[in-house]
């Protein structure tokens, strides 16, 4: 763990007997919360929804599960089970437990309006709806979320600021699959990857119920992205482990998942996903019968179509288009509102709104209205007493006409259009009363923003919108899990024979029915091919209903094309209902699969000690609020001339604007900011005037012995702290804190410190080191680290960081960022003390107990409890009998006798003391010293002080310094009988180390002899002769002459040469390797390979004449003689260098031509032939024979032939073999 940090807080001092509680009470409210939950009663956000929602245990399940997975988690929940709840649970827990105050959500956008609305009437979180490069800038005030699309963000991500959002959720998350498997990943999944590898965001958290949609490597897509964002390596491997572990029918494929490998498969999974199918949530969900309800129009309503069929082709904007479409099917009412206002801004010409204001005017009731009246009175028929009906419309003006239409015939109708909270509220309670005293609810679709109306299972889309989410969110509000219906009824009320009935009708009606089949509309759009969304307009569903209503109104036949469509959204259903088989089999139910980890810490529960009603008013009354009741829960407030409302319920009964005082709002949390924005103290300093009290303590102790005080000075003031500490214990790790406040002891015995005079100055009302008044902080930080709370909150996130760093193995970087992240830190701040501090003070006191002798001691008082804590015990004086305190009095060194000073004698020589029967005079310094303290001389017999004696370094002996003289070779100091003379330098030296020389007999000082190395005798350095190669020396006669150097040296430092018998030193020598004999090297044969051999050994070279080492000699294929290697060829075959180049031709030397005449008459008669001519001789190094080349002839000379030889000069004879060959244009060769 790292180390930990205190730090304090300034302390004031308490103003009022309440303040220090309030303080306290806000401390406690302020503290953090860690993000642990176990069960709902651990939920802190529960409050700011309470009255708003009521989540489904699966919903707090996926908290749970999110809070225990920190920072990361994939919630996967079948369609239909609110993953939008769950995901406001979690941003709303986290949000009042101070962890994050901007999120950033990317969905579709058809879900956009969906999001903002669960937001805000579910959790009271505001957002805003931004695309495009508004994105850039876009920024939550202080608190809220930005709603994006995954077009937008793609573009633009890279530009927010990486601090903005402290959350990133990412709905319909499967958008992000392909990343891999496919040749070219998408951009937008690109784009999201790097962000999570960044970790940009503190929390993410993905929804989608469709993990899965065609392949596998969707999975390995969704774990990718969700281990990039832990910093985790992927589990699966890499794309080719993944693919050989788990897919059966190969990459490209990848449909089918490998039977052996399922339980890991779902293991790996699953230990980042959580999932939630409709069977395992066991909720009921009712049925939905979608009816369309046809009316035939009237005269009056196909003018109106007539009327603006050709107008409305001729508009450019095709928003416009729609707003007139829409209207025109709303009521004749609102399509005059909306030709008006867009007259008015130019958008259609004036001459339009006035021809359907001539309609309108003259027009009886409409055809829808009658029509609605008829089902009114089908319901009352089956049900009179308990029947309800929700009806919608898009329009204002259409709601007043329905509402005076239904008024006019008796009925209780309430309206809901979201522009009075208190009216609309009544209006609830009215129809949900039973039996209803409100029988109608007619709503537009801002009123009914988190209205729950599943009290009624009717309702009436009066007009239909043509995005298809905002009519499944009407339906929604009836259309509930748990509903206590069957069944819901839904009638849209159509104009039969008109683009209504045949376009708008049959579409909405097939898309309505899917959509409760599959429960996800988003999906079903897409999977059709008309769905999809951009960021510039209206949906694809949108734009396909105006392009066939217009084609429609210009007399187009859009049979085909109608049905088209329907059939897209058949085969959709088709699709998505196999693709949700596909994911049951793959993914299986979570059972077995739960949370596996670190045992979630058991911590202390949270105690507050005033609840927020009782802190809020009691914390403004010591701020200097007046507060007025002005009913059990609101408040009037006058606070420095600002006045305002409070109320402590976050739902306000009066209607009156109020500001709410309750956790984690920010008027709560402002409040408590300003009460603990300074530390507060009380303490009481109980010492009133320490001075005087310790005078009369002093005063008091020097009459037990008859003393009179005369000073006392402060030598030290010690400050002592008893009471309690109140420590601010935080422990944080990357994504989650805990704070605690930990109440310490504080013992006197712990909490003190020392100072000078400045530690008797009063306690100061502001505390700025609370050091300075005794209070030890390293106890404090060492106490506080054993909180049972923050010890548990360590142990759990040390035992995930074990966890999160395995998952992370292999990767350095990533296993150094967990271990940062996960690493507890604490933080602790000193926030309050309650105590008393008192003193001590250590007095240096000087007094006198007889006349003339001042003594002085240190006494140790405590003022507060009038007592001296450390003073001298009283002892007795052994010369006078009084007792006396025994620092005044001294010991006789000899005796051990106590005394006071006055009655002892004090050495000149140590300063010693002892009573004077045991002191004497030294007789060679004539100073009073202790009998302990004289020695008798060895020399004079008489009692001297010890420390002018010396000591002789030969004997032992001690004697007078006269009596000494100094060895001159030693510098030992010894009796000068101890000293003797050398006969060889006039010095004196101790007698002990005298040596005699061996051949002359003389003595002197051992330091000026030297021993024979041979005999070991000791000799003087002159009678001594030198080895010049070791150095030792030895007796006249034993060194020896080396015949080499002619030094002369130690026997065993020569050898005898084999050869010539000299003696020489051992480096001269060689060894033969021959014969293994030692040999001078000046008389050895050398070879070439730097071998040796004496002259005996070595042989002769023929040619050269000269010995040679036998290593060195070849034997030449011609002749057979004994040649050294330096005039032999380098073949396998040596033969006579001189000799082949003679009779190759290649050497034409003529030596000794005088004789070869005679050569080739010899030669002539060994080879038995006639006609023999000398053609080239070459010299041999010594002339002492010739290498002859002779031409041989036939007898007819037609063949000739070339003979070689050696020809011994002196002998006159050929020596050696005689070689008879041809010579050819490779050479010769015999």
Not at 234 to 252: H, M, Q
């Amino acid at each position: 763990m790292a180390t930990a940090a205190f730090q304090s807080k300034i302390l004031r001092r308490k103003a009022g007997i309440e303040e220090y509680r309030i303080y306290r009470a806000a401390l406690e409210w302020d503290l953090v919360d860690p993000i642990v939950i176990e069960k709902r009663e651990d939920i802190r956000s529960e409050q700011l929804w309470r009255n708003r929602l009521e989540p489904y245990h699966h919903q707090v399940s996926n908290l749970i599960t999110f809070c225990r997975r920190l920072p990361v988690t994939l919630l996967a929940d079948d369609v239909g089970l609110g993953k939008t709840i769950s995901a406001g649970l979690i941003i709303s827990e986290l949000m009042a437990r101070s962890r994050l105050s901007k999120i950033l959500i990317v969905c579709p956008k058809i879900l956009g309006s969906q999001w903002k609305e669960e937001l805000l009437t579910k959790f009271n979180i505001f957002s805003d709806i931004i695309t495009g490069k508004n994105l850039r800038k876009a920024d939550p005030d202080e608190t809220g979320a930005i709603i994006t699309t995954y077009d937008s963000a793609r573009m633009y991500l890279e530009s927010i600021p990486k601090d903005r959002f402290q959350m990133l959720v990412l709905d319909e998350a499967h958008k992000l699959r392909n990343l891999y498997g496919v040749d070219k990943p998408p951009k937008v999944a690109i784009c999201f990857r790097k962000a999570l590898e960044e970790r940009r965001f503190r929390f993410v958290l993905m929804l989608t119920a469709t993990p899965i949609q065609n392949r596998l490597w969707d999975l390995y897509s969704l774990v990718d992205l969700l281990t990039v964002a832990r910093g985790h390596q992927n589990p699966f491997g890499d794309e080719g482990t993944f693919a050989r572990r788990f897919i059966a029918d190969g990459s490209d494929q990848a449909r089918r998942l490998k039977l052996h490998a399922q339980d890991e498969f779902r293991s790996i999974v699953y230990g980042y996903m959580s999932r939630v199918r409709r069977n395992d949530a066991k909720l009921y969900f009712p049925d939905r019968i979608v009816q369309m309800h046809r009316v035939d129009p009237t005269v009056a309503e196909l003018q109106l179509i007539d009327a603006i069929a050709k107008p409305i082709q001729c508009l450019k904007n095709k928003l416009a288009q729609i707003s007139i479409l829409q209207a025109l099917t709303s009521s004749p009412e609102a399509l005059l509102a909306q030709l008006k206002n867009m007259a008015r801004n130019g958008t259609v010409p004036s001459q339009l709104a006035e021809t359907v204001n001539e309609i309108v005017v003259k027009m009886p009731a409409s055809a829808k209205l009658n029509g609605l009246g008829r089902l009114i009175d089908g319901l009352r028929q089956e049900n009179p007493a308990h029947w309800r009906l929700v009806i919608f419309t898009g329009r204002r003006e259409t709601q007043t006409t329905i509402q005076t239409f239904l008024e006019k015939h008796g009925l209780k109708v309430g309206t809901i259009n979201g522009e009075s909270g208190p009216r609309d509220q009544d209006t609830l309670a009215r129809f949900r009363k039973k039996p209803p005293n409100c029988h109608v609810i007619i709503s537009t679709e801002k009123g009914a923003e988190g209205i729950n109306l599943q009290v009624a299972n009717v309702l009436v889309n009066y007009d239909l919108p043509w995005n298809p989410m905002i009519v499944e969110q009407r339906i929604g509000r009836i259309q509930r899990l748990a509903s206590e219906h069957a069944n819901v009824s839904i009638f849209n009320v159509m104009l039969r024979g008109t683009f209504e009935e045949y376009i708008v009708g049959r579409l909405m009606e097939k898309l309505q029915m899917a959509s409760h089949a599959i429960g996800d509309i988003e999906a079903l759009l897409e999977a059709s091919g008309i769905g999809g969304d951009n960021d510039n307009g209206t949906t694809s569903f949108e734009e396909k209903i105006r392009q066939l209503v217009i084609a429609a109104l210009a007399g187009k036949d859009v049979e085909a094309a109608t049905r088209k469509e329907e059939e897209s959204i058949s085969e959709a259903r088709k699709t998505l209902e196999l693709e949700e088989e596909n994911i049951n089999s793959l993914l299986g139910g979570m059972d077995g699969t739960g949370y596996v980890g670190p045992r979630t810490p058991t911590l202390p529960s949270t105690t507050r000690s005033m609840e927020p009603k009782e802190f809020a008013l009691a914390a403004l009354g010591i701020l200097g609020a007046r507060i007025t009741p002005k009913s059990p829960d609101l408040y009037f407030m006058e606070e420095d001339g600002r006045r305002e409302y409070i109320r402590f319920n976050e739902i306000s009964e009066t209607g009156i604007r109020s500001t709410l005082y309750a956790p984690s709002t920010p008027a709560f949390t402002r409040l408590v900011e300003r009460i603990i924005a300074t530390g507060i103290h009380d303490i009481k300093d109980v010492d009133q005037d320490p001075r005087k009290v310790s005078a009369e303590l002093i005063r008091s102790w020097a009459k037990t012995f008859g003393g009179s005080p005369d000073t006392a000075g402060v030598a030290e003031v010690l400050r002592v702290f008893e009471g309690k500490a109140l420590v601010r214990v935080r422990a944080t790790v990357a994504h989650d804190s805990y704070e605690r406040l930990v109440e310490i002891p504080c013992s006197p015995t712990e909490h003190q410190i020392r100072t000078g005079r400045p530690g008797l100055d009063p306690l100061p009302s502001t505390i700025d080191e609370p050091a300075s008044i005794g209070v030890n902080l390293d106890r404090l930080a060492d106490a506080a680290k054993l909180d049972e709370g923050i010890s548990e909150f360590r142990r759990f996130y040390l035992e995930r960081r074990a966890e999160e760093i395995k998952a992370a193995e292999g990767d350095e970087r990533k296993r150094k960022k967990l271990e940062d992240d996960f690493t507890p830190r604490l933080e602790m701040t000193l926030v309050a003390l309650e105590g008393n501090l008192h003193r001590q003070l250590k007095l240096k006191i000087k007094f006198k107990i007889d006349p003339g002798i001042e003594f002085s001691t240190i006494l140790t008082v405590d003022p507060h409890l009038q007592k001296i804590l450390d003073k001298p015990e009283l002892a007795l004086c052994e010369r006078s009998g009084k007792n006396v305190p025994q620092t005044c009095l001294k010991q006789c060194e000899i005796s051990k006798r106590m005394a006071l000073p006055n009655f002892l004698v004090q050495s000149e020589v140590s300063h010693r003391l002892a009573l004077p029967e045991y002191t004497l005079r030294c007789h060679f310094s004539g100073k009073l010293v202790l009998k302990d303290e004289v020695e008798i001389s060895a020399v004079t017999g008489l009692h001297v002080a010890s420390n002018f004696l010396k000591t002789s370094a030969q004997s032992g002996k001690r004697a007078e310094p006269n009596h000494f003289g100094r060895c001159e070779f030693t510098n030992a100091e010894v009796l000068n009988t101890e000293l003797a003379v050398s006969q060889m330098s006039g010095k004196r030296y101790r007698s002990d180390e005298q040596l005699s020389s061996g051949l002359s007999g003389k003595t002197g000082h051992k330091s000026e002899f030297v021993f024979c190395h041979e005999t070991r005798q000791p000799l003087m350095v002159l009678e001594a002769e030198k080895c010049e190669v070791t150095g030792k020396y030895v007796r006249p006669g034993i060194l020896e002459e080396c015949a080499i150097t002619r030094k002369r040296v130690l026997s065993s430092e020569l050898e005898r040469c084999s050869a010539s018998g000299e003696k020489a030193l051992q480096r001269f020598l060689v060894t033969s390797s021959l014969s293994g004999a030692r040999i001078l090297e000046r008389v050895t044969i050398r070879s070439m390979a730097g071998n040796f051999c004496s002259p005996l050994e070595a042989k002769p070279c023929f040619w050269s004449g000269r010995k040679s080492h036998i290593d060195d000699l070849r034997l030449c294929e011609l002749t057979g003689l004994p040649i050294h290697i330096e005039f032999a060829t380098s073949s396998n075959k040596p033969k006579l260098q001189p000799l082949v180049e003679l009779l190759s031709g290649i050497r034409r030397t003529a030596d000794a031509t005088n004789i070869w005449d005679d050569m080739a008459a010899k030669i002539g008669t060994i080879l038995g032939k006639n006609r023999c001519r000398i053609e080239a001789t070459v010299y041999s190094p010594g002339k002492r024979h010739l290498a002859v080349c002779c031409e041989v002839r036939t007898l007819l000379g037609f063949k000739i032939q070339h003979s070689g030889f050696i020809y011994a000069i002196e002998d006159k004879s050929i020596i050696g073999n005689v070689v008879l060959g041809k010579r050819t244009s490779k050479g010769w060769s015999d």
